[in-house]
C-alpha cells in the first residue's frame, strides 16, 4: 500500500487586520478558494470555507455574533473557530423542513484554516 505525502501547507498574505472590524467577518478568494476570516477580538481572527455546506453561500457575507456566523441566504450556522456546523438550514421555513429530513452524514462542517497575524498582517496557511 502506498501513502500519500502530506503536502508542506502554504502561508498566504491575505489582508491587514485592520481591513476587519472587530466582531465582523469578511469574503476572500484565494486561488480556486473562498475563504472568510472572522475578527472575533483586537488580535483574534479566523478562517473557515468561504461558502455554506448546504448551497454556497457566501459565509463572509453572513452576520457574525460571538464566534458563529451565520448563512445569510438559509440561516446555517458554523463556529468559526472549527468550521463546525452548529445549526442546520433555518430559513425559509418550507427549506428548514425539507433540510430536516437529510440524513446527518450528508451535512458538513466547512473547512478551518490556521491563521497567523504579524505585524497587522493577517496571513492563512492554505
Known amino acids: 500500500m502506498q501513502r500519500k505525502e502530506n503536502a508542506v501547507p502554504e502561508i ?3 489582508c491587514r487586520l ?13 486561488g480556486q478558494k473562498e475563504i472568510a476570516i ?14 455554506c455546506t448546504h448551497r454556497g453561500a457566501p459565509l463572509g ?17 458554523y463556529d468559526v473557530t472549527t ?6 438550514v433555518q430559513q425559509p421555513r418550507w427549506m428548514k423542513v425539507l433540510a430536516g429530513l437529510m440524513p446527518p452524514f450528508l451535512r458538513h462542517d466547512a473547512p478551518a484554516y490556521q491563521v497567523r497575524i504579524a505585524d497587522g498582517q493577517v496571513s492563512v496557511e492554505i
Not at 476587519?20 to 476572500?28: E, N, V
Not at 468550521?83 to 442546520?88: A, I, P, S, V
Open 18 to 30: 485592520d481591513d476587519i472590524p472587530t466582531g465582523q467577518i469578511r469574503q476572500f478568494k484565494v
Open 83 to 88: 468550521g463546525k456546523l452548529l445549526r442546520w
Open 38 to 51: 472572522a475578527r472575533t477580538g483586537p488580535s483574534d481572527c479566523y478562517a473557515i470555507g468561504g461558502r
Open 12 to 14: 498566504v498574505d491575505i
Open 61 to 77: 457575507q453572513g452576520k457574525l455574533e460571538g464566534t458563529v456566523v451565520t448563512c445569510p441566504w438559509h440561516g446555517s450556522q
